[in-house]
């Protein structure tokens, strides 16, 4: 079983900077993908970034440039390094870890709150 833990998420003036961070505990086998989604207030929930075993990063078109995805595979953590945040930046954030083998496996964080207000 794996357990995803994140941190990091906060209040932050508009043009600010957060980093969350995200651990994955448990009994865990190679996570093939780590990512983060988030989810604003009455939308879906949507990709942010991700990131592969190999370090191949992908990111959504409204956070390229701005925001930075990193993992440490020997410590099973990933994080995100978000600046010149924007209200529209304001969702919960969920951690994602996908595992290929031995079956295929979708795990999700419980998620942090992210609040870009002046």
């Known amino acids: 079983q794996v357990q995803l833990v994140e941190s990091g998420g906060g209040l932050v003036q508009p043009g600010g900077s957060l980093r969350l961070s995200c651990a994955a505990i448990g009994s865990i086998p190679p996570i093939n993908v780590m990512g983060w989604y988030r989810q604003a207030p009455g939308k879906e929930r949507e990709l942010v970034a991700t990131?592969?075993?190999?370090?191949?990063?992908n990111y959504a078109d409204s956070v390229k440039g701005r925001f930075t995805i990193s993992r440490d595979n020997a410590r099973n953590t990933v994080d995100l390094q978000m600046n010149s945040l924007t209200p529209e930046d304001t969702a919960i954030y969920y951690c994602?870890?996908?595992?290929?083998?031995?079956?295929?496996?979708?795990?999700w964080g419980k998620g942090t709150p992210v609040t870009v207000s002046s």
């Open positions: 994602n870890a996908k595992v290929f083998l031995p079956s295929a496996m979708n795990y």
């Open positions: 990131i592969s075993f190999d370090g191949r990063t």
